[in-house]
C-alpha cells in the first residue's frame, strides 16, 4: 500500500524559507514522477511542482523562482525547498505521484505570516 509522509511545515513570516520533505513506501518510487500539492483553506487541491524520474522539473507560474523540487531515489525521498515565501503560499502541502494515485498523506500545513 502506497504510503507518503510529509514534514516540514511550520509558521514562517513572509519572505522567509521553509524546506519540506516526503517520505513514500509502498511503490517503486524511482520510475515515477512525483508532485507536490497544496490546497490552500476552501480551495481545491492543486499541483505546484513536479518532477519526472529523469530530474526534469516542471513548476506552477505562482511558484516558480522561488521554489525548488528534487528527490532522492535512493531513500525513496522527494524535498521542496520553498523561498521568498508569500502570504498566498499559505496551504497544506502534500505530496503524492504525479499524476496522483492511491491515498493522501497527512500533509503538512504551511503558514505565512505578512
Known amino acids: 500500500q502506497v504510503q507518503f509522509v510529509e514534514l516540514g511545515g511550520g509558521l514562517v513570516q513572509s519572505g522567509g524559507p521553509l524546506r519540506l520533505f516526503c517520505a513514500a513506501s509502498?511503490?517503486?518510487?524511482?520510475?515515477?514522477?512525483m508532485g507536490w500539492y497544496r490546497q490552500a483553506l476552501g480551495k481545491q487541491r492543486e499541483l505546484v511542482v513536479r518532477?519526472?524520474?529523469?530530474?526534469?522539473?516542471n513548476y506552477a507560474n505562482s511558484v516558480k523562482g522561488r521554489f525548488t523540487i528534487s528527490r532522492d531515489n535512493a531513500k525513496n525521498t522527494v524535498f521542496l525547498q520553498m523561498n521568498s515565501l508569500k502570504p498566498e503560499d499559505t496551504a497544506v502541502y502534500y505530496c503524492?505521484?504525479?499524476?496522483?494515485?492511491?491515498?493522501w498523506g497527512q500533509g503538512t500545513p504551511v503558514t505565512v505570516s505578512s
Open positions: 503524492n505521484a504525479e499524476p496522483s494515485w492511491g491515498s
Open positions: 509502498g511503490m517503486t518510487f524511482r520510475i515515477y514522477a
Open positions: 518532477i519526472t524520474s529523469a530530474g526534469s522539473t
